[in-house]
């Protein structure tokens, strides 16, 4: 099996499906800290918490938030907002420090108090 097209050898089709689901899973070194950001500083309604992960409810994605206390930073979750300048300055107030600016005005990066990097994507509802 080709590992870039997911064809058999005989060109048959793939042998298994990938599907993107609506959840995440973040990996920090404080609960508490990510109950805080993601909880009261995004709003973000948490739905579910144990000793080892916080769960919440972000609108069109599941996010899981797990300890870990060498945190893994693999994937960068994207939030959507209809102001990219006072949601900014709202983050960087909140302790969110900028990574880079990009070639798109209406996207920028930053990295949360925990560790992690995420953007924000202006759309106008």
Known sequence: MSESSNQT???AG???VFRSSSEI???VSSLEKAEH???EILGF???AKTGRQLEFDTGRLRLYVNLD???LTSFIPSFDV???EAAREYLEGAGCKPVHVTAYPDVCYLRDPLG???DLVERKP
């Open 45 to 47: 309604r948490l739905v």
């Open 69 to 71: 206390s060498r945190p």
């Open 9 to 11: 050898e005989n060109g």
């Open 14 to 16: 793939p042998q298994f």
């Open 82 to 84: 209809s102001d990219l």
């Open 116 to 118: 992690m990097v995420f």
């Open 25 to 27: 899973a973040v990996h």
């Open 37 to 39: 950001f993601y909880g």
